[in-house]
């Protein structure tokens, strides 16, 4: 898993301060791939004992392994101005190689045994996302697509346990997303979120997590637009992988 993964996977096992680490850090890779363990227990105001007890939470061997795995991340993810196109397929080829490597089985298991399957999405490009979803599964299984304020609250309170939502948001961390899935948490309704590549509120709450390798503008082109298409490459995928799952399921109980 990458580093964003890990924290949203282990989050609810860190203790109170080791989650502020966990917030401190992902707006501070930059600085953690650089410094020394003293310096950033200093600049994080925690000690060195607790960063290397958090870094082993995360199933890692210590602060060298966690910044070691930050600084290569960090290379990876450096906007290659002169080619934009170059960087858009690179993250697209990116984004389907850990695709393949995630087993998603568990997934499928709680779309196939849900009862109703809803899909949120919280802005216009989350919304046409979640559109995309409903049509392309029909075949498979029937969704139900809401989005607005109004629907936001709808969704609070029509959903029960023998149900799924899955949320796509960019960021997850508006405050509409995560008021749903602490609302959706506390009525045991199992939950997926889809979000971009980062730790963030909406993934720590949802039982299931899905990324997208998001590209945005880089910053001589004067455009704030981020790349939607992953979304769609991503429910391709999700789909096509669970029409594989229902033939091996028929296979395996005939």
């Known amino acids: 898993m990458r580093i964003d993964e890990l924290l949203n996977y282990y989050y609810d096992k860190?203790?109170?301060?080791?989650?502020?680490?966990?917030?401190?850090l992902t707006g501070h890779y930059e600085e953690c791939s650089k410094k020394t363990i003293e310096e950033f227990?200093?600049?994080?105001?925690v000690s060195k004992t607790l960063?290397?007890?958090?870094?082993?939470?995360?199933g890692l061997s210590g602060y060298s392994e966690l910044k070691a795995r930050i600084r290569i991340e960090q290379k990876e993810k450096e906007p290659n101005v002169e080619?934009?196109?170059?960087?858009?397929?690179?993250?697209?080829?990116?984004?389907?190689?850990?695709?393949?490597?995630?087993?998603?089985?568990?997934?499928?298991?709680?779309?196939?045994?849900?009862?109703r399957v809803f899909v949120y999405g919280s802005g216009s490009s989350q919304a046409r996302a979640a559109i995309e979803m409903?049509?392309?599964?029909?075949?498979a299984k029937e969704m139900i697509q809401l989005h607005g304020h109004d629907q936001f609250f709808t969704l609070k309170k029509i959903?029960?346990?023998?149900d799924l939502v899955v949320i796509i948001s960019l960021s997850g961390e508006s405050n509409m997303v995560i008021e749903l899935a602490k609302a959706l948490k506390i009525s045991h309704v199992p939950t997926v979120s889809i979000t971009r590549l980062k730790s963030n509120t909406l993934a720590s709450l949802c039982g299931e997590n899905l990324y997208i390798n998001s590209v945005q503008m880089p910053i001589k082109y004067n455009i704030e637009y981020e790349i939607s298409t992953p979304y769609f490459i991503l429910i391709e995928y999700l789909y096509l992988s669970y029409q594989n799952y229902?033939?091996?399921k028929k296979i395996n109980e005939s």
């Open 134 to 139: 409903k049509r392309i599964f029909l075949p």
């Open 246 to 248: 229902l033939t091996e």
């Open 14 to 24: 860190l203790s109170d301060n080791e989650k502020y680490v966990c917030h401190y």
């Open 41 to 45: 227990a200093h600049d994080c105001n």
């Open 83 to 115: 080619g934009l196109l170059q960087a858009m397929t690179d993250s697209y080829h990116k984004m389907m190689n850990d695709l393949v490597k995630k087993n998603l089985t568990n997934l499928f298991s709680k779309i196939f045994l849900a009862n």
């Open 51 to 58: 960063l290397i007890r958090f870094a082993k939470k995360l």
């Open 159 to 162: 959903t029960k346990p023998e």
